[in-house]
C-alpha cells in the first residue's frame, strides 16, 4: 500500500496568503506546504482524504485524475473547499460514480457550505456521466472500500469531532487536539502513523503541537510516526533536529510503502 501526502500544511499552508512564511525558512522546499490531503494507493483501489483548497495542484503534481472514492475526515474548509472541482472531475471517470464517504455531521455542514451541488433545482453542468455520492460512516464502523479494510475512529477536534482511520499498521489522525478513550484501542503498536501537530507550541486548543504529538507517539509505541498538518511555526530543519528517533515531520510528496 502506497500512502502519498499530498499536502502536508495546516489550514492556511505555507507560505500563507500574501506570502508570510513565519518562522519557516523559504529556501528549505519541504517548507512549503499545501492544505492537508493524503491518497492512499494498495495498486487496486485508490481513496483520496479530503479535498481541501489546494487540491486541483496537489493532483496534477501527482498525474491523479480518478480514484475509486474520497472520504472525507471533518467540514472544515481546509478539507472540503476543492469539492468546488468535482463536476468537472467527473469527466475523467468514465461513467464510473463517486462514492464520497461522510459521518453525518460532516455530510449537513458541505451540503450547507456547497448547497447548490445538492439542490436538484440547480441543473448543476457536470462533464460526463459520472456523479459524486455520499456514503454515510458511523464510526467506529469497520468498512471495506474496493480491496481497502479501513478501521474508522472519533477523534475530538476543538468543538466537532473529526474521523480518523486505520489500515492494517497504518493510521491517519489528521485535525485532533484528543482522543477519547476507546479510539486510542487503535493506535497501539502501529508501524506507521501521521499525525496532527499544527503548531510547535500548544497554542491552538483544537489541534495537537510538538510535545503532545511525540508523547502520544511514545505512549502508542509507533515504529514511525509523521507529524503533519504543520503551520508557519514549523521549520523543517529546525524542528526536525528536536525530534526523537521514529518521529519525523511529513511533507509535501512524501510517499510511504506500507
Ligand atoms: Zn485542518
Ligand atoms: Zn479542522
New binding site residues.
Given amino acids: 500500500m502506497k500512502i502519498t501526502v499530498l499536502g502536508s500544511g495546516s489550514?492556511y499552508g505555507v507560505p500563507y496568503a500574501g506570502g508570510g512564511w513565519g518562522a519557516c525558512d523559504p529556501k528549505q522546499p519541504r517548507n512549503k506546504r499545501t492544505t492537508p490531503a493524503i491518497f492512499i494507493d494498495d495498486g487496486t483501489t485508490s481513496v483520496l482524504v479530503d479535498m481541501g483548497p489546494d487540491v486541483k495542484e496537489q493532483l496534477a503534481r501527482h498525474n491523479i485524475s480518478k480514484w475509486d472514492a474520497t472520504f472525507f475526515?471533518?467540514p472544515?474548509a481546509?478539507?472540503i473547499a476543492g469539492m468546488f472541482h468535482l463536476p468537472i472531475l467527473m469527466s475523467h471517470r468514465d461513467g464510473k460514480h463517486l462514492p464520497m464517504y461522510v459521518d453525518r455531521a460532516t455530510r449537513k455542514d458541505i451540503e450547507k457550505v456547497w448547497w447548490y451541488m445538492f439542490d436538484p433545482a440547480i441543473k448543476l453542468e457536470y462533464t460526463g456521466a459520472a456523479r459524486p455520492y455520499w456514503v454515510e460512516m458511523i464510526p467506529p464502523e469497520k468498512m471495506k472500500i474496493g480491496t481497502l479494510d479501513i478501521q474508522t475512529f472519533w477523534q475530538m477536534?476543538?468543538r466537532?469531532q473529526?474521523v480518523g482511520m486505520k489500515l492494517g499498521k497504518f493510521a491517519y489522525s489528521?485535525?485532533v487536539n484528543d482522543f477519547p478513550p476507546e479510539s486510542e484501542e487503535h493506535l497501539y503498536g502501529l508501524d506507521v502513523w501521521m499525525v496532527d501537530c499544527n503548531c510547535l507550541t500548544g497554542t491552538d486548543k483544537?489541534?495537537s503541537y510538538v510535545e503532545k504529538s511525540v508523547a502520544w507517539a511514545q505512549k502508542f509505541g509507533v515504529k514511525k510516526t509523521y507529524l503533519t498538518h504543520l503551520d508557519y511555526t514549523i521549520d523543517y530543519d529546525s524542528v526536525s533536529k528536536m525530534l526523537p528517533a521514529g518521529v519525523e515531520l511529513a511533507y509535501d510528496g512524501l510517499v510511504i510503502e506500507i
Fill in positions: 489550514a475526515t471533518h472544515h481546509d478539507h477536534h476543538g466537532i473529526s489528521t485535525d483544537s489541534h
